[in-house]
């Protein structure tokens, strides 16, 4: 007779392995799915406790409910919780996973369904049982988890195959998720139904239970490229990153303009500071009719005298471009 050691069980929870090894080691009591499971963990700890292999279960046997399709007691409910409602692309939210009271309860195995409503993913990045939570389902009792990376679930059982009874919500575990950088929109999230969740007595029994509610969590876009971020200062360097947002640097190598021609200008600690230039430095005032146009120390350019020759008549309007004419000319502005 061939022996089944509960770590053979385990490195086939955690790993694909070829289909004969996993029949071997399918000895949950249920009909055989070459599935290893949270069932087949608990039957192999309750080897140990002189409970048979599922070849040998039988109906009747007392103080067990072994047979019983429906077990007796109020449907389980399971429920999640986010540690965050709405996180930036590439940063993580936790999902706590819980169940509602429930009797004689000697193992579980959980799994979660994500599924994206918006761009990207929510990409599963570990999952864990704090064992030290004080609302831990098997808190202060020993107990055999096992998580499988592949997949995405993970298992505990008590360690002597024994249930306990659970009031009021019990903590079975965490699963951690990241969002993509193209990640935006709602992502929803519930817990698996069937084989990938679901709740063990000490008999190795599956009992009733329900996947709860979903929960949405959200992925908001703070900006998508350097452009977006653009605070209009010449002075500041502007870059965008999805997981934080915008960043607006001060950078005084930057060149900046105030438009005018009676200043210089310079970016210092991010603002764009003028200086007057001297009095008498050459300028442009933009319009041909004004002579000769010079800086007057305060940082206006003045003008002085009428560049038009005798005869000429100067126009100012944009219909006349801000010439001198001759013969003189009637300038039809519109105002």
């Known amino acids: 007779m061939s022996v089944v050691d509960i770590n053979a069980v385990l490195y086939g929870f955690k790993h694909d392995i070829p289909t004969p090894?996993?029949?071997?080691?399918?000895i949950a009591k249920s009909t055989p799915d070459k599935v290893i499971?949270?069932?087949?963990?608990?039957?192999?700890?309750?080897?140990?406790?002189?409970?048979?292999?599922?070849?040998?279960?039988?109906?009747?046997?007392?103080g067990f409910a072994a047979c019983s399709s429906s077990p007796p007691g109020a449907l389980s409910t399971f429920s999640i919780v986010a540690s965050e409602s709405t996180i930036n692309p590439g940063q993580t939210v936790n999902i706590d996973v819980f169940i509602d009271a429930v009797s004689d309860l000697a193992g579980y195995e959980v799994a979660i369904n994500m599924a994206a409503w918006g761009l990207g993913t929510l990409d599963l990045e570990s999952m864990n049982i704090d064992e030290n939570r004080s609302d831990f389902v098997f808190n202060g009792i020993t107990v055999t988890t096992a998580i499988d990376n592949v997949t995405?679930?993970?298992?505990?059982?008590?360690s002597d195959g024994s249930g306990t009874n659970?009031?009021?919500?019990?903590?079975?575990?965490t699963f951690t998720?990241?969002?993509?950088?193209?990640?935006?929109?709602?992502f929803n999230a519930v817990v698996s139904q069937n084989k990938r969740a679901f709740l063990l007595d000490s008999t190795n029994t599956k009992t009733s239970s329900s996947q709860g509610s979903s929960i949405l969590i959200g992925v908001d876009v703070l900006c998508t490229d350097d452009a977006s971020c653009d605070d209009g200062n010449p002075c500041t360097d502007d870059t965008c990153d999805p997981q934080v947002g915008c960043a607006n640097v001060n950078n005084?190598?930057?060149?900046c303009?105030?438009?005018?021609?009676?200043?210089?200008?310079?970016?210092?600690?991010?603002?764009?500071?003028?200086?007057?230039?001297?009095?008498?430095?050459?300028?442009?005032?933009?319009?041909?009719?004004?002579?000769?146009?010079?800086?007057d120390g305060v940082g206006v350019c003045d003008h002085s005298g009428n560049s038009c020759k005798s005869g000429e008549v100067c126009c100012e309007c944009p219909a006349c471009a801000h010439a001198c004419a001759t013969p003189p000319m009637q300038c039809n502005c519109p105002f």
């Open 252 to 255: 005084d190598a930057n060149t």
């Open 21 to 26: 090894l996993r029949a071997r080691i399918d």
């Open 257 to 295: 303009d105030d438009e005018n021609a009676c200043t210089s200008t310079a970016c210092v600690s991010g603002v764009c500071q003028a200086t007057n230039l001297s009095a008498g430095t050459p300028c442009d005032d933009g319009l041909a009719c004004t002579g000769t146009d010079t800086c």
């Open 166 to 173: 659970v009031t009021g919500t019990g903590y079975l575990g």
């Open 37 to 62: 499971n949270a069932e087949d963990i608990l039957g192999a700890v309750q080897a140990f406790r002189l409970f048979q292999y599922p070849a040998s279960w039988q109906c009747g046997c007392p």
């Open 152 to 158: 995405g679930r993970f298992g505990v059982v008590t």
């Open 177 to 186: 998720y990241r969002a993509s950088l193209d990640a935006d929109g709602l």
